[in-house]
């Protein structure tokens, strides 16, 4: 039986979900491709954060850190064994290792706290953006530039659990963008309701296109693909309370930083309310020469 036989690809919960084999060991039941043909990255994220919550009770995850190792490959389950490193009255954390074919896929290390009362403070969005509403859909770009898309032979994928919308997206799509620097709209394509489910997908959501500002002023977005070769390293997350997963989240993203191979990205992540919620940073190998 395929692995996705019973996932619908749009419900983002169901995905995350994890079997439990006892032993403090999980497995995967469903598989979510990048454009690549492997498993997306989000995925093992999410996942990897997913075996370490069933091992607290009422604490929401707080931070994540994951070191990609080798690509998962489509259509065989990965195996998560989740092992304890610090259980305190205030936090708890765990190391999670993913493996697949006897591979090691992601080693993460995640951490959870009890929610609690201290001192607050809080970034806001401190520049005027469109509205998510107001930017294109992907159906609109890619009817919107059919001929140019069809020339290059590219697409505008637009993975089946979210929904994503451009900032002013021909500063990018079709040039190289003046900065290191790309903004953008994402939510799930379903409301999620429970608090930790609306962490985990944000967690998965998080890797969604994340490190494109590195490339940005030196290819445009349309056929970079064909010409650098791109992979994620490791990925960090810090979760600023619960965001709301089930609305649209803004990813503010650049780039400080691209040398030797490798590309360094940071972003911060707002609600719509233009609350602080999270932030982001990832490292990439960026195989390439710019023109």
Same mark, same amino acid.
């Given at each position: 039986?395929?692995?996705?036989?019973?996932?619908?690809?749009?419900?983002?919960?169901?995905?995350?979900?994890?079997?439990?084999?006892?032993?403090?060991?999980?497995?995967?039941?469903?598989?979510?491709?990048?454009?690549?043909?492997?498993?997306?990255?989000?995925?093992?994220?999410?996942?990897?954060?997913?075996?370490?919550?069933?091992?607290?009770?009422?604490?929401?995850?707080?931070?994540?850190?994951?070191?990609?190792?080798?690509?998962?490959?489509?259509?065989?389950?990965?195996?998560?064994?989740?092992?304890?490193?610090?259980?305190?009255?205030?936090?708890?954390?765990?190391?999670?290792?993913?493996?697949?074919?006897?591979? =090691?896929?992601? /080693?993460?290390?995640?951490? !959870?706290?009890? &929610?609690?009362?201290?001192?607050?403070? +809080?970034?806001? #969005?401190?520049?005027?953006?469109?509205?998510?509403?107001?930017?294109?859909?992907?159906?609109?770009?890619?009817?919107?530039?059919?001929?140019?898309?069809?020339?290059?032979?590219?697409?505008?994928?637009?993975?089946?659990?979210?929904?994503?919308?451009?900032?002013?997206?021909?500063?990018?799509?079709?040039?190289?963008?003046?900065?290191?620097?790309?903004?953008?709209?994402?939510?799930?394509?379903?409301?999620?309701?429970?608090?930790?489910?609306?962490?985990?997908?944000?967690?998965?959501?998080?890797?969604?296109?994340?490190?494109?500002?590195?490339?940005?002023?030196?290819?445009?977005?349309?056929?970079?693909?064909?010409?650098?070769?791109?992979?994620?390293?490791?990925?960090?997350?810090?979760?600023?309370?619960? =965001?709301?997963? /089930?609305?649209?989240?803004? !990813?503010?993203? &650049?780039?400080?930083?691209?040398?030797? +191979?490798?590309? #360094?990205?940071?972003?911060?992540?707002?609600?719509?309310?233009?609350?602080?919620?999270?932030?982001?940073?990832?490292?990439?190998?960026?195989?390439?020469?710019?023109?």
């Amino acid at each position: 039986m395929s692995m996705n036989e019973s996932w619908d690809q749009v419900d983002l919960p169901a995905l995350l979900q994890l079997d439990s084999l006892g032993d403090g060991c999980f497995r995967s039941r469903f598989c979510d491709l990048n454009l690549q043909g492997r498993v997306y990255g989000g995925q093992l994220l999410g996942q990897a954060a997913s075996a370490a919550a069933a091992y607290v009770d009422g604490r929401m995850p707080t931070y994540l850190h994951g070191l990609f190792l080798k690509g998962a490959v489509a259509g065989h389950p990965i195996e998560y064994r989740v092992e304890r490193l610090q259980e305190g009255k205030r936090f708890s954390s765990f190391q999670v290792r993913g493996t697949q074919l006897d591979r =090691p896929v992601i /080693d993460a290390h995640v951490s !959870f706290q009890v &929610e609690e009362e201290g001192i607050e403070h +809080g970034e806001r #969005l401190q520049t005027a953006v469109p509205q998510p509403l107001e930017c294109p859909t992907m159906g609109m770009l890619e009817k919107t530039y059919a001929q140019i898309l069809t020339e290059a032979n590219y697409r505008l994928m637009e993975k089946n659990t979210l929904e994503a919308r451009f900032i002013n997206p021909e500063d990018f799509l079709f040039k190289p963008a003046d900065l290191p620097r790309v903004a953008y709209w994402v939510r799930p394509r379903r409301q999620i309701a429970d608090g930790l489910q609306r962490c985990l997908a944000t967690i998965y959501l998080s890797d969604y296109f994340f490190g494109f500002c590195i490339m940005a002023p030196h290819r445009p977005m349309v056929g970079a693909r064909d010409e650098i070769y791109v992979a994620s390293l490791n990925h960090s997350i810090w979760l600023h309370g619960q =965001p709301r997963a /089930d609305e649209w989240l803004l !990813f503010m993203n &650049e780039s400080p930083h691209a040398k030797s +191979g490798r590309g #360094l990205a940071y972003g911060k992540v707002y609600g719509e309310d233009g609350r602080l919620v999270a932030s982001v940073t990832q490292e990439m190998s960026v195989v390439g020469k710019a023109p």
